[in-house]
């Protein structure tokens, strides 16, 4: 096997570790919760159904490439609750230290390829970046929603949290903005949310 494809398949195994990593928000049709793996696929589905309503055109090969890539860094770093104020002062450096080591297992075009996707999605200054992140909020969203607030009761989570994470990317699309406040109005109405 040649150095390269070693590589590459070091790359693909080491990612195999996804499907352990669980995130707060449940599955609906079991009682577990949805794993990151799960979770980027679900993205990517995301970005090729709804890329229509994006307010900016986007390119949704780059945004399914971002999406499929952007928590992989959870494979050292750990998933960090969106509303966990304590973890997010130390996500950033687990991060890049996560991204460092996992895209430098790729040959170097790859690793450079991968980390620069993966730091347009944290950085979120493109109109691909921003749709993807915007995705990203959506899902688990209408995952809690459609599982009865479920997380969000678990961890006592307020309409006004879960505002402020999608405030910064409504502008993306004012049809799933719509979609978005509306289901964190119902929630609230029925008490899901505080």
Not at 23 to 46: C, F, G, M, P
Request: aromatic share 10%; net charge negative; with cysteine.
């Amino acid at each position: 096997m040649n150095d390269r494809i070693k590589k590459q398949l070091d790359f693909m195994l080491e990612l195999d570790k996804m499907k352990n990593l669980y995130r707060q928000t449940y599955v609906l049709h079991e009682d577990r919760k949805e794993n990151d793996a799960e979770h980027s696929w679900h993205l990517a589905i995301l970005a090729m159904l709804l890329s229509e309503y994006a307010a900016q055109p986007v390119d949704v090969l780059h945004v399914m490439k971002m999406v499929l890539i952007h928590d992989v860094v959870e494979i050292d770093a750990g998933d960090t609750y969106c509303y966990d104020a304590e973890g997010y002062k130390s996500k950033a450096d687990r991060e890049e230290k996560a991204a460092q080591r996992i895209f430098g297992l790729l040959p170097d075009d790859q690793r450079e390829e991968f980390y620069t996707l993966w730091r347009e999605f944290e950085d979120s200054e493109t109109s691909d970046a921003r749709f993807a992140a915007m995705l990203d909020r959506l899902q688990p969203i209408m995952l809690n929603y459609t599982k009865g607030g479920r997380s969000w009761q678990e961890h006592g989570i307020h309409k006004e949290q879960v505002l402020a994470r999608n405030l910064p990317y409504l502008s993306e699309s004012e049809q799933l903005a719509d979609v978005i406040r509306s289901v964190i109005d119902d929630a609230a109405e029925k008490g899901w949310l505080k």
